[in-house]
């Protein structure tokens, strides 16, 4: 499969801070990027998308980056909540059926 | 508003038992998709379905054999049972309309094999 990894496992941040998770990713054909959030007990969730033509998207307190020159994805979150705690995945999707998860980031949110 | 449910939340069965996994999605999507979520390795396909009766192999098959008879139901079946196969299984799915961009996933089955 193609290789979707993150560069830290668990992240701390404090309530109101701002967050930023990344992911690199090996396929440059891809068609597009998705984060997803999963928290304890649940399945994963879909935050944001991003087109492999764009190279930035937002969102309700969320922003996406894509970096194709290095193959890299960030998911911005602006004034992190405790809500906002749980694993955070990026997906890499070609032919728009074949979808590669990276192993998760573990977002932590201190009050 | 449910979505995509799976038959159980937690399982424990025994080696060589042969057990199924079973995934309903009301939103008439023609894909779905079986995973396994271990730690440290993410989501993995195991299989995957584009429309009744048709399937193909993701990239843990081995051990595994599904069944889709009907557009909403996706069948995850373990023929026997090993402990290797405890893990997170994981149901998704999604419609072919472009653009699509969402999975929606199950709550996910514990299965653990003594």
């Known amino acids: 499969g193609e290789s979707v990894g993150l560069h830290l496992p668990t992240l701390s941040v404090q309530e109101g801070d701002n967050s930023i998770i990344n992911c690199a990713y090996s396929?440059?054909?891809?068609?597009?990027f998705i984060w997803y959030k999963q928290e304890s007990g649940k399945g994963p969730q879909f935050i944001i998308d991003?087109?492999?033509?764009?190279d930035k998207r937002q969102g309700q307190r969320v922003t996406v980056l894509l970096n194709k020159t290095v193959k890299h994805l960030s998911l911005q979150i602006a004034a992190t909540q405790p809500g906002d705690s749980a694993v955070y995945f990026c997906?890499?999707?070609?032919?728009?059926?074949?979808?590669?998860f990276g192993s998760g980031t573990k977002l932590n949110v201190k009050p | 508003d449910v979505k995509v449910t799976q038959s159980s939340r937690y399982l424990v069965k025994r080696t060589g038992e042969k057990v199924f996994l079973e995934c309903v999605q009301d939103?008439?999507?023609?894909?779905m998709f079986w995973y396994r979520q271990d730690p440290g390795l993410g989501l993995r396909l195991i299989y995957f379905s584009y429309d009744v009766k048709m399937k193909e192999k993701g990239d843990i098959p081995e051990g595994y054999s599904v069944s889709r008879e009907k557009k909403e139901r996706f069948s995850l079946i373990l023929e026997s049972a090993s402990t290797n196969q405890t893990s997170m299984y994981l149901c998704?799915?999604?419609?072919?309309?472009?653009?699509?961009?969402?999975?929606?996933f199950g709550p996910g089955t514990r299965l653990t094999v003594l």
């Open positions: 998704a799915s999604t419609s072919q309309e472009v653009p699509y961009n969402e999975q929606f």
């Open positions: 939103m008439d999507h023609e894909n």
């Open positions: 396929n440059s054909a891809s068609d597009y």
């Open positions: 991003i087109r492999s033509n764009m």
């Open positions: 997906a890499e999707v070609y032919n728009f059926n074949k979808f590669y």
